[in-house]
C-alpha cells in the first residue's frame, strides 16, 4: 500500500496562504485520483478537494471553491492543495488520501491517508 506524507502546514494570519503537498513513498501516485480532507478538533472529517489522477478533473468543497487550489505533478509524483485567504475556519489537521472509488467527496471512496498535517489560521 502506497504511504503518505503530507508537509507543509504552519501558522498564518487570517487572509494568508499556504501551499501543502503530498508525497509518496513505496508506490507512486500518479495512478490514483487523489483527495485532500480536513478535520478541525470536536468535528468530523470533511473533504476539501479532489483531482483525477491525470490532473484533468478537480472538485472542491463549497467552503473552499475560489480560495484553494489542488493540483498535481506527476513527474515530482506530488500532490498540492494552495490555500489563499485563510481564515480561522479552515485551522484542521488537513490530510491526502488515495481515492479507489466512489464519490470523490466521500472519505469512504479513499483507502490510504497521511498523518496529517497542521494549519492554524489565526484571526
Known amino acids: 500500500q502506497v504511504q503518505l506524507v503530507e508537509s507543509g502546514g504552519g501558522l498564518v494570519q487570517a487572509g494568508g496562504s499556504l501551499r501543502l503537498s503530498c508525497a509518496a513513498s513505496?508506490?507512486?501516485?500518479?495512478?490514483?485520483?487523489m483527495g485532500w480532507f480536513r478535520q478541525a478538533p470536536g468535528k468530523e472529517r470533511e473533504f476539501v478537494a479532489g483531482?483525477?489522477?491525470?490532473?484533468?478533473?478537480?472538485y472542491y468543497a463549497d467552503s473552499v471553491n475560489g480560495r484553494f487550489t489542488i493540483s498535481r505533478d506527476n513527474a515530482k509524483d506530488t500532490v498540492y492543495l494552495q490555500m489563499n485567504s485563510l481564515k480561522p475556519e479552515d485551522t484542521a489537521v488537513y490530510y491526502c488520501?488515495?481515492?479507489?472509488?466512489?464519490?470523490?467527496?466521500?472519505?469512504?471512496?479513499?483507502?490510504?491517508w497521511g498523518q496529517g498535517t497542521q494549519v492554524t489560521v489565526s484571526s
Open positions: 483531482i483525477s489522477w491525470s490532473g484533468g478533473s478537480t
Open positions: 488520501a488515495t481515492r479507489q472509488r466512489g464519490p470523490y467527496s466521500s472519505g469512504s471512496s479513499y483507502d490510504a
Open positions: 513505496g508506490r507512486t501516485l500518479r495512478r490514483y485520483d
